[in-house]
């Protein structure tokens, strides 16, 4: 099932304000858009429906923070960064079993080379 050009912008413009909000480096940002955009791309090609987008968001945040920042993240923060904010209830459970889904489609490859990692070897 194809996600519309405006629910893949929501949900990228999630993805920067919890970025922003939890000030995080931008590769953090990179990474999570890459990581949803991805899942997004191999349920379309396996015709298979996409999950919630704010939850794609909150996952692909965090499983980008525990690559990029030196500080675990906390799903339980994060958890309640969006029921206040967004006023979207997330389970600790649905996280965890979205973010196993996530592993498997991408067969275990989540990093990405992006320009900022390129650009300082030079």
Known sequence: ???????RRHM?????DLNRLK????ETLYLAASLADRLLVNLAVKNKEAPCLIKLAVI???????????????????IRLAASDWN???TKQE?????????RML?????FTGPIPFLERF
């Open 1 to 7: 099932m194809r996600v519309s050009d405006q629910a």
């Open 12 to 16: 990228i413009t999630l993805i920067e």
């Open 23 to 26: 000030k995080y480096k931008e």
């Open 60 to 78: 692909t945040t965090l499983m980008a923070a525990k690559l990029e920042e030196p500080i675990q993240p906390s799903y339980n923060r994060m």
């Open 88 to 90: 979207v209830v997330i």
């Open 95 to 103: 996280l965890a079993d979205l973010e196993g889904l996530i592993i």
């Open 107 to 111: 067969d275990f490859d989540l990093h």
